[in-house]
């Protein structure tokens, strides 16, 4: 049984040192059906995923501690965490920066200022692909 199919509102876990950037996140998914949890570097964040085994990571990149990168390289490299869905959110805007996003292994990528629209748009997305491949 994976995570989608043991319950029906999905966990996310907002990861950002920035208050202000959680918080915006936080107010955007104000409306939508879900379970959220923060975190504030890739330590914590690491720590967090393992607790509260969220179905998508909101994971910011240039993090304390240990950047976006490297967690989802962690996260990736982790039996219990490989198949957490991963949408990085950062203000980095070139390609090679989202090529390294790529080959740490994210699923999406969102640039900032995040759009509300957007932002949604992709979660959905992304937990609806889920669901239909879990399906299979």
Known sequence: MTLNESRAIPKILIAD?????????EA???????VLR??????????????????????DIMMPRLSGFEVCRKIRSNPATTDLLILMVTALNEAADFERGVQAGTDDFLTKPVNKIELLCRIRSLLRVRHLKNQL
């Open 28 to 34: 955007y998914l104000s409306d939508f059906d879900c």
């Open 38 to 59: 923060t975190a504030n570097d890739g330590e914590e964040t690491l720590r967090v995923v393992a607790e509260f085994q969220p179905d998508l990571l909101l994971l």
């Open 17 to 25: 040192d920035n208050t202000q950037n959680v918080e915006l996140l």
